[in-house]
């Protein structure tokens, strides 16, 4: 059976429309922040990343934005597409000696024809 | 570039049987790799760290005689789920990190390996 545990929040767009995926971060000293897109059955998949000192970064349809001020983290997807329905991760990567990443808990993007 | 592969995709087992699972970097060299599990509908949660050549750092409350990694080479870890019971199914997924250009700063995930076991 399914494992008890949180459910993740789930974001439902209109095909065509603008998405806005946001993340609260945890760690000030954070100093690099990544987006992940994880698809059904499919290992997280990078989309884009961002560092402290830049509070905007564009991408290909995706806009990344970032707030220290209040440690958050969004990722805008324009005219969004039947294929960017996912799950999507921020990370917030601290920089220190263990290269390990601290995961948000995702965000069901749902695309409606 | 940047492409991690994982075999098997998939794995069906009997209770009791151990269970390799490779991670390779296919086209940089990974000085570290990191095992991740994954529940239904749950972010992913770290087990381990490795480091090329040496011992792999477990998180709390991973069992790292049940859960052995191997990190032999540059391009390879290994994770072998030891006496597998009902408990331990779960999606399995590897990421890798490098010492040059993008890789250095990125961990790129393998598409997982989804472990059943009855």
């Known amino acids: 059976g399914e494992s008890v545990g949180l459910h993740l929040p789930t974001l439902s767009v209109q095909e065509g429309d603008n998405s806005i995926i946001n993340c609260a971060y945890s760690?000030?000293?954070?100093?690099?922040f990544i987006w992940y897109k994880q698809e059904s059955g499919k290992g997280p998949q990078f989309i884009i990343d961002?560092?402290?000192n830049m509070d905007k970064r564009q991408g290909q349809r995706v806009t990344v934005l970032l707030n220290k001020t209040v440690k958050h983290l969004s990722l805008q997807i324009a005219a969004t597409q039947p294929g960017d329905s996912a799950v999507y991760f921020c990370?917030?990567?601290?920089?220190?000696?263990?290269?390990?990443?601290?995961w948000g808990a995702g965000t069901k993007l749902i695309i409606k024809p | 570039g940047a492409v991690v592969s994982q075999h098997p995709s998939w794995v069906i087992c009997k209770s009791g049987t151990s269970v390799k699972i490779e991670c390779r970097s296919l086209?940089?060299?990974?000085?570290?790799m990191f095992w991740y599990r994954q529940f239904p509908k749950q972010s992913l949660m770290l087990m381990a760290t490795?480091?090329?050549?040496?011992?792999?750092?477990?998180e709390q409350g991973v069992e790292k005689d049940k859960f052995l990694i191997n990190h032999a080479s540059l391009t390879l870890s290994t994770l072998t789920v030891t006496s597998a019971h009902p408990e331990d199914s779960s999606f399995y997924i590897c990421?890798?990190?490098?010492?040059?250009?993008?890789?250095?700063?990125?961990?790129?995930f393998g598409p997982g390996t989804r472990l059943l076991v009855l």
């Open positions: 990421s890798a990190r490098g010492t040059s250009g993008d890789t250095q700063e990125t961990q790129y």
């Open positions: 086209d940089f060299q990974a000085t570290t």
């Open positions: 490795s480091n090329e050549g040496s011992k792999a750092t477990y």
């Open positions: 961002i560092r402290s």
């Open positions: 760690n000030s000293a954070s100093d690099y």
């Open positions: 990370a917030e990567d601290p920089m220190d000696s263990n290269y390990q990443l601290i």
